[in-house]
């Protein structure tokens, strides 16, 4: 073991033990130490043990770990810090402007564990209520960890969205005379995207070529029929190549679940040649079935019966529900949200800020809930017949009741019910939690279901079909999160929502004005599903909303 790695293995023990609020003058003496030992011009592992001890800065303490690791390869206290350190917190001591202080105040204080967690924290400004996170600070860390994630390889469907139409926009230009169709998980819109896959005619080596002289791709793979490369974005790019012939054959048994195309396959076998996608369908007589709804047998059945859904689209979303302002965690005010949303059409705002247990979001008190409610209702009056409905995102506290007495609680149009702390809970405890808000009569919407971060955090455990069964008996709408990073509740328990009745609602979860386009990821999501324009309840007219809100109300002691 040389001089560098056994200085990394100090500074790192350094580190970890601040993060962990040991002694400092401990640390400091194992960060010394590394600094001394980089400097040194003789291999450590050249000398004695008496000459190890009489270094500058080493003493016999760290001189007999260090004769551990150059005799074992290891520094057993090392890994003991690293044996109860979560793998997020290390890759965060990779993020420029965090240092073991403020780390240890993100891990402790806001319980964040990985890196997608503290970017979505850093987007809620969650940062700005602890002391040394100034706006600036927090700008930096949120600008460093999109650097390094977007070097991993796995990406938000949101965050590739543009760049795969970019690129095939691009490849079109440049062999116009050849065919190239998305295809894969991008044209499926799966949640995650780990390559983008087109289908081409254009030959290899013509496309090899053309790739090569662009310094910004690297050839990852080659095969028969097939190019994989990667540009400096670190996507995989990877390209089918097929006769014309087999074109459009190749694109549909790519644009699909491995479940559908077993079941096409064998109600409709391919024959021939077909001109587009649609004659395919046409070929077997059945009405055209999109890409995101080719995900199970039964969607097959459906469209021989000609019963596909007609599917919910962007234009059918009628109001914001679920939106923070300034008066907690959001970066825009009241005023502000409502004169975006009547830019953009909308009939309704619906304003949750955070419950007061969300002290890290700066969550309303009772008495600045009477306040926030008096400026709603001037401007209420002001905006007519624009409606701002008065709501709160309560959290679900660790018995299972909401955050405020039932008379504060009665004074708002609808209650979203979250669990924002303690995410990690067994699914006993987390079922016991939700059951608990699903049944309390003030709650309206179960916002977040498992509170999953997608590439980041799996979300606590629950039986899905015991939440949506309770839901259905409750009067509970299900929360469709569209933050790109949540799209919770996931899309493959929506058809059981459709089963029993229970309506889902596509919130934004908006922290700011440009958080409303996130609208589009969950419309996307419940497209998937086979969700309706009438199945979803941000859909619904101001009409609609007033009466929703009235039978809300009705169930309420």
Request: charged share 20%.
């Amino acid at each position: 073991m040389d001089n560098y790695t056994i200085a990394d293995n100090f500074s790192l023990l350094a580190k970890l033990m601040d993060i962990h609020g040991e002694n400092s003058f401990k640390s400091k003496s194992y960060s010394s130490a590394a600094f001394a030992i980089e400097k040194l011009p003789i291999e450590l592992a050249t000398l004695s043990e008496e000459r190890i001890f009489a270094i500058k800065g080493v003493g016999e303490a760290i001189g007999k770990k260090i004769i551990e690791q150059i005799s074992t390869g290891q520094l057993s206290l090392l890994n003991e810090y690293l044996s109860k350190t979560p793998s997020g917190i290390l890759d965060m001591l990779s993020i420029k402007g965090l240092g073991p202080k403020k780390i240890a105040v993100i891990w402790k204080d806001l319980e964040i564990e990985s890196l997608g967690e503290l970017l979505y924290a850093c987007n809620e400004n969650r940062l700005l209520l602890y002391k040394g996170f100034g706006e600036k600070t927090q700008q930096n860390i949120k600008e460093a960890i999109e650097y390094f994630l977007n070097n991993i390889g796995s990406y938000l469907y949101q965050q590739v969205e543009q760049y795969a139409e970019n690129a095939q926009l691009i490849l079109q230009q440049q062999f116009p005379a050849a065919k190239f169709a998305l295809a894969g998980d991008f044209i499926r819109h799966m949640e995650t995207i780990d390559q983008l896959v087109w289908v081409t005619t254009v030959e290899q080596e013509v496309l090899t070529t053309y790739l090569a002289k662009d310094e910004t791709y690297t050839i990852e793979k080659l095969a028969a029929n097939l190019t994989q490369a990667k540009g400096k974005e670190n996507l995989l790019l990877v390209f089918k190549h097929v006769p014309p012939e087999i074109f459009y054959q190749t694109v549909f048994e790519n644009s699909c679940s491995d479940l559908f195309l077993d079941t096409w396959k064998q109600r409709f076998p391919f024959a021939g040649e077909y001109e587009s996608e649609a004659a395919i369908f046409e070929n077997a007589g059945v009405p055209f079935i999109p890409a995101y709804l080719r995900e199970t047998a039964a969607i097959v059945s459906s469209a021989v019966k000609n019963n596909l859904p007609v599917v919910i689209q962007d234009a059918d979303i009628a109001g914001i529900i679920h939106s923070h302002s300034k008066w907690s965690d959001g970066s825009n005010s009241i005023e502000e949200m409502i004169v975006a949303a009547k830019q953009k059409g909308l009939q309704y705002l619906v304003i949750s800020d955070h419950s007061k247990s969300a002290f890290y979001a700066n969550g309303l008190y009772e008495e600045r809930i009477i306040a926030q409610h008096e400026e709603i209702d001037a401007l209420n009056a002001k905006y007519a017949p624009f409606k701002v409905f008065k709501s709160i995102e309560s959290d679900i506290l660790n018995d299972g009741s909401l955050d405020y007495h039932n008379s504060v609680l009665s004074s708002f149009d609808l209650v979203i019910a979250s669990v924002h702390s303690n995410l990690k809970m067994k699914e006993d405890k987390a079922m016991m939690r939700l059951l608990a808000a699903i049944e309390n009569p003030y709650t309206s919407i179960l916002g977040h279901m498992t509170g999953r971060l997608l590439l980041s955090r799996n979300g606590y455990p629950v039986d899905h079909k015991k939440i949506i069964d309770a839901c259905a008996a409750n009067a509970v709408v299900i929360e469709l999160n569209a933050h790109p990073k949540r799209l919770d509740i996931d899309w493959r328990w929506i058809d059981y929502c459709t089963e029993k009745g229970v309506m889902i609602s596509i919130d934004p979860d908006a922290h700011t004005i440009e958080g409303y386009k996130d609208i589009h990821y969950g419309v996307l999501a419940a497209q998937k599903a086979g969700i309706t324009k009438a199945q979803n309840l941000s859909s619904f007219s101001l009409a609609q909303m007033e009466i929703f809100i009235a039978q809300q109300k009705s169930k309420r002691p």
